[in-house]
């Protein structure tokens, strides 16, 4: 099998950009190829991807021109060609515009992985594929509504587990600080960013606990979202206790100096940084939201959550786990979980499932 990637983009960071690496890199029973259509690539996402096997097309983006676009899908066109590529997987509604076009021209196999809630189902039906595959059931649910479920497959999206050692932290009167993480792109109308400095001026005046330091770590989405978080942190005087770290290429060690990992979005398809956290032996908490749910179960097996927005909540569960040292014990580190998720959210799962549907095409 011979399997080209096509997406908009790959910029460092991103949820999404990290499993189409790993499929390119880790995926050893498929042969795989890259494109990217627009100019929006990191060079630290190629590294490792034999060059002979990627595709730039470099479109800038907004625009418009028609002949552009004939000559961007004429140049894939070529490259499909040249490389006797079978299988096309989109991982976007801008690439899958882009497979449907190529699927017409020349009957290859397409693809489209769903990795959102907020998404484009509409054009599900307009740009139809071979095979549609949701990284969650909330996902699944939602593109059973356009498509007919003999076409949609569930793959939740995995990790490299190896990556993430298991720390043992332990909040006892010892602990001088609390360490809060969350690691997302800065972008508060999804990621939900302000709802957690909300929650960490609740925690400082609602039940004075000050001993706290809040990491987040991300790009940043659009400077005017970076600079309404700068005020409302300035208005909550929580200047000390906050800091924005921007992309870290080694993430697990923001996870492993991590207590309590927070995930406070608006609307999430799976949330593949909570496995990450999970994995890091941290404790989590999220949004109720039918993606992290599906990670953490809705009875907090596995982690904590709390209603949408509800930041008075979220300082809720933040302060039980920093000042009850037995309820924060049953989720860090949790050998249970740590078995839960070699089952479910490995790598090589997720790998093995894909190949899987390649197969079947």
Same mark, same amino acid.
Not at 166 to 184: E, M, W
Not at 189 to 197: F, M, R, S, V
Not at 283 to 295: A, F, N, R, Y
């Given at each position: 099998?011979?399997?080209?990637?096509?997406?908009?983009?790959?910029?460092?960071?991103?949820?999404?950009?990290?499993?189409?690496?790993?499929?390119?890199?880790?995926?050893?029973?498929?042969?795989?190829?890259?494109?990217?259509?627009?100019?929006?690539?990191?060079?630290?996402?190629?590294?490792?991807?034999?060059?002979?096997?990627?595709?730039?097309?470099?479109?800038?983006?907004?625009?418009?021109?028609?002949?552009?676009?004939?000559?961007?899908?004429?140049?894939?066109?070529?490259?499909?060609?040249?490389?006797?590529?079978?299988?096309?997987?989109?991982?976007?509604?801008?690439?899958?515009?882009?497979?449907?076009?190529?699927?017409?021209?020349?009957?290859?196999?397409?693809?489209?992985?769903?990795?959102?809630?907020?998404?484009?189902?509409?054009?599900?039906?307009?740009?139809?594929?071979?095979?549609?595959?949701?990284?969650?059931?909330?996902?699944?649910?939602?593109?059973?509504?356009?498509?007919?479920?003999?076409?949609?497959?569930?793959?939740?999206?995995?990790?490299?587990?190896?990556?993430?050692?298991?720390?043992?932290?332990?909040?006892?009167?010892?602990?001088?600080?609390?360490?809060?993480?969350?690691?997302?792109?800065?972008?508060?109308?999804?990621?939900?960013?302000?709802?957690?400095?909300?929650?960490?001026?609740?925690?400082?005046?609602?039940?004075?606990?000050?001993?706290?330091?809040?990491?987040?770590?991300?790009?940043?989405?659009?400077?005017?979202?970076?600079?309404?978080?700068? @005020? /409302?942190?300035? %208005? =909550? $005087?929580?200047?000390? +206790?906050?800091?924005?770290?921007? &992309?870290?290429?080694?993430?697990? !060690?923001?996870?492993?100096?991590?207590?309590?990992?927070?995930?406070?979005?608006?609307?999430?398809?799976?949330?593949?940084?909570?496995?990450?956290?999970?994995?890091?032996?941290?404790?989590?908490?999220?949004?109720?939201?039918?993606?992290?749910?599906?990670?953490?179960?809705?009875?907090?097996?596995?982690?904590?959550?709390?209603?949408?927005?509800?930041?008075? @909540? /979220?300082?809720? %569960? =933040? $302060?039980?786990?920093? +000042?009850?040292?037995?309820?924060? &014990?049953?989720?860090?580190?949790? !050998?249970?979980?740590?078995?839960?998720?070699?089952?479910?959210?490995?790598?090589?799962?997720?790998?093995?499932?894909?190949?899987?549907?390649?197969?079947?095409?």
């Amino acid at each position: 099998m011979r399997v080209l990637h096509l997406n908009s983009g790959l910029l460092f960071g991103g949820g999404l950009e990290r499993i189409i690496v790993d499929l390119m890199l880790k995926n050893r029973a498929t042969e795989n190829y890259l494109c990217i259509i627009n100019n929006q690539w990191d060079e630290k996402c190629l590294e490792g991807i034999d060059r002979e096997r990627i595709l730039l097309c470099n479109r800038k983006i907004g625009g418009k021109n028609p002949i552009l676009t004939l000559s961007i899908i004429y140049k894939i066109y070529k490259f499909i060609k040249r490389n006797n590529i079978n299988i096309i997987h989109c991982h976007n509604s801008f690439a899958l515009k882009f497979g449907y076009v190529l699927k017409r021209i020349i009957g290859v196999k397409v693809i489209l992985t769903v990795h959102d809630t907020n998404a484009y189902y509409k054009e599900l039906n307009r740009y139809p594929v071979d095979k549609y595959i949701a990284i969650s059931k909330s996902v699944y649910n939602i593109i059973s509504e356009y498509v007919s479920t003999q076409k949609i497959g569930l793959i939740y999206n995995g990790v490299d587990l190896g990556h993430y050692s298991n720390q043992i932290k332990d909040l006892d009167k010892k602990k001088t600080r609390v360490n809060i993480s969350c690691v997302a792109r800065i972008m508060p109308e999804k990621k939900g960013q302000d709802i957690l400095i909300k929650a960490l001026n609740v925690l400082k005046t609602k039940y004075n606990y000050n001993e706290f330091k809040c990491t987040f770590a991300g790009a940043i989405h659009d400077p005017k979202s970076m600079d309404h978080l700068n @005020e /409302l942190i300035r %208005k =909550l $005087n929580l200047k000390d +206790n906050i800091e924005f770290v921007g &992309n870290v290429e080694n993430i697990e !060690k923001v996870y492993g100096d991590t207590d309590i990992f927070v995930l406070p979005s608006r609307y999430e398809g799976f949330g593949l940084v909570v496995v990450e956290a999970l994995a890091s032996g941290c404790s989590v908490i999220v949004s109720k939201l039918d993606g992290p749910l599906e990670i953490i179960k809705e009875d907090e097996e596995h982690g904590l959550h709390f209603e949408k927005e509800n930041y008075k @909540e /979220l300082a809720y %569960k =933040l $302060n039980k786990l920093i +000042n009850d040292p037995i309820y924060y &014990n049953q989720y860090k580190n949790n !050998k249970k979980t740590q078995e839960y998720l070699k089952r479910e959210y490995s790598l090589e799962n997720m790998i093995e499932r894909y190949n899987k549907v390649y197969r079947a095409l």
